[in-house]
């Protein structure tokens, strides 16, 4: 089991910036690619970024590319998205999410992720 925990969020200006943190526990964080994924009030959860375990690749939404990036600490089992020049429709709850480096396919598919965190609210206003 993998127990994963985003903190982060909270209220800004378009323009702005924010940086969201997952904390992951209980099991060797290396071994799995991350992702975040974002769910806006009446709308399906989308993939926002994701990285492979061993930090050699990324993907980004098209949405986003340019001005999110996602990182990762292995030490510190820890992963990061930076999210500069936000928009209001980047309004959401975002989730971590979690992947075994055994379980192949894109990275983009939230049904290829086996745990995922309680999500951290985005709001971005005028």
């Known amino acids: 089991q993998l127990q994963l925990v985003e903190s982060g969020g909270g209220l800004v200006q378009a323009g702005g910036s924010l940086r969201l943190s997952c904390a992951a526990s209980?099991?060797?964080?290396?071994?799995?690619?991350m992702g975040w994924f974002r769910q806006a009030p009446g709308k399906e959860r989308e993939f926002v970024a994701a990285?492979?375990?061993?930090?050699?690749?990324?993907d980004y939404a098209d949405s986003v590319k340019g001005r999110f990036t996602i990182a990762r600490d292995n030490a510190k089992n820890t992963l990061f998205l930076e999210m500069n020049s936000l928009k209001r429709e980047d309004t959401a709850i975002y989730y971590c999410?979690?992947?075994?480096?055994?379980?192949?396919?894109?990275?983009?598919?939230?049904?290829?992720?086996?745990?995922w965190g309680q999500g951290t609210q985005v709001t971005v206003s005028l």
């Open positions: 999410a979690a992947r075994h480096v055994s379980r192949g396919g894109t990275m983009s598919a939230a049904g290829r992720y086996d745990y």
């Open positions: 209980g099991r060797a964080f290396n071994m799995y690619t």
């Open positions: 990285i492979s375990w061993r930090e050699s690749s990324t």
